[in-house]
């Protein structure tokens, strides 16, 4: 496993310093670094002893906070080394008077990350080349910290040795309340949509058995159900009779189901770079309680972003059917009954909401709807030649 540089390193531990930062204007750190020794940091925030802007708010003068002391400055104040030839690591772009002030004091160059306009006129890098300062933007963008340094650091601290060998990291890093896991995803989400009776496990069961055979590690999953089989019993116990509360009750179990899903199963696969068939998802949830049971579309959306981590679909297959052909199909299984998400009016909804939704999301690339009528071989090429166009896989 490949160790972070010197550079990703400290900047790594400015980022994880910058979070003791009070002023929520912007949380900085500025890490102070000789001969690859750290012999100062600092945040932004009030004095020593002075209430934070986090405890009662902020001090704005001229568009600044006048409580905050701005990291660099703190950084200065607490080093007693000599800076000479020393080298500033800084998590967001120095204003001008820390420049001089970082300059007066020996630093002989500045590593910084991200991109903001100080209004300087250019005085900044003009200084910097008078003074002989190296002034290095690392990152433009402060997603790269995390795509790439802290990917890079947590994929080595997962290897022999590492603290976090045996931890599932986006579940034991992130939690619940975060809506964008995706730190170390290098798998692929491919989701299959449609009414029940259009073949999907069928196909799910003949794309898992080609990508095997193609090298690939599959993880092949399902909702509702994926998270814990309690959450579907609890579902289908439901009456569609007498139930008050009805589709309320189905939105909640479904997105709690989906919420636990993502968070133990698909996401930890994704991050392990498998490459994900599920079984029905977020759609499902809006074309059966939205368009089917009435319940507002954006209200699921949201619902949808929070359970799954904001982590979409890298590629959606909508098999289309005619309802009462997956009805016949249904039929002729000997080892079930019909529940109430099989009704025939039901589900002529629950279509005409796939057919809407498909439309939508055709536009972005991300759907692919495949009639799903024909047989499953002639229905299985047509899949394999989006996989191939739109994955590479």
């Not at 963008?141 to 802290?150: R, Y």
């Not at 290098?186 to 009414?195: C, H, V």
């Not at 009779?241 to 309320?248: D, F, T």
């Not at 209200?299 to 972003?305: G, L, Q, T």
């Given at each position: 496993?490949?160790?972070?540089n010197?550079?990703?390193f ?14 929520d ?5 500025c890490l ?13 925030g009030?004095?020593?002893?002075t ?6 708010g902020?001090?704005?003068l ?5 409580r ?17 030839g ?6 967001y772009?120095?204003c001008?008077g ?32 008078e ?30 040795g ?13 939690g619940p309340r975060?809506a964008?896991?995706?730190l170390m995803d ?10 029940d ?6 196909q799910?069961?003949l794309?898992?058995?080609y ?18 089989p ?10 569609e ?8 009750k189905?939105l ?6 989906r ?5 133990e ?6 991050a ?11 759609l499902?949830?809006?074309?059966y309680q939205g368009?089917?049971?009435g319940?507002?579309l ?12 904001g ?27 019909l529940?109430?998400f099989e ?15 498909a439309l939508k ?7 692919r ?8 071989y ?8 989006v996989?191939?166009e739109?994955?590479?896989?």
């Open positions: 496993m490949e160790r972070p010197w550079d990703e400290f900047i790594a531990i400015a980022t994880v310093y910058s979070s003791r930062g009070s002023c204007r912007l949380r900085v750190a102070l670094v000789r001969d690859k020794k750290i012999v100062s940091a600092g945040y932004n009030s004095m020593a002893g209430p934070t802007c986090d405890e009662v902020h001090d704005i001229n568009d600044h906070c006048a905050s002391l701005h990291a660099e400055l703190n950084a200065l104040s607490n080093s007693k080394c000599d800076l000479n020393a080298t500033t690591y800084v998590t772009t120095p001008l820390c420049v001089k002030q970082l300059g007066q004091n020996g630093i002989s160059r500045i590593v910084y990350v991200g991109e903001y306009d100080n209004k300087d006129g250019g005085r900044i890098d003009a200084y910097c080349r003074k002989g300062i190296k002034l290095e933007q690392f990152a433009k963008n402060p997603e790269m910290v995390v795509s790439t340094i802290f990917k890079k650091i947590f994929n080595r601290l997962q290897g022999p590492g603290i976090f060998r045996d931890i599932v990291l986006p579940s034991a890093l992130f975060h964008n896991i995706r290098g798998g692929k989400l491919i989701i299959f949509e449609g009414i009776g259009c073949g999907k496990s069928t799910i069961k794309l898992e058995k990508l095997i055979q193609k090298g690939y590690q599959v993880f092949v999953t399902k909702e509702p159900g994926g998270g814990l309690d959450f579907r019993e609890r579902i289908f116990a439901l009456k009779e007498g139930e008050e509360n009805l589709a309320e189905e909640e179990l479904f997105e709690e189901d919420r636990v899903h993502n968070l199963k698909v996401l930890p696969a994704l392990a770079g498998k490459i994900v068939l599920q079984d029905r998802g977020g499902s949830t809006k074309t368009h089917g049971r319940l507002d954006e209200r699921i959306e949201k619902a949808n972003a929070r359970a799954t981590y982590r979409e679909a890298d590629l959606t297959f909508f098999l289309d059917i005619n309802v009462k052909d997956a009805l016949d199909r249904l039929a002729k299984d000997s080892t079930r009954t529940n109430r009704k025939e009016e039901f589900l002529e909804k629950v279509k005409m909401g796939y057919l809407e939704e999301l055709t536009k972005t690339g991300k759907l709807t495949i009639w799903a009528d024909d047989p499953p002639v229905i299985f090429e047509k899949i394999k030649e996989i191939e739109k994955l590479g896989l």
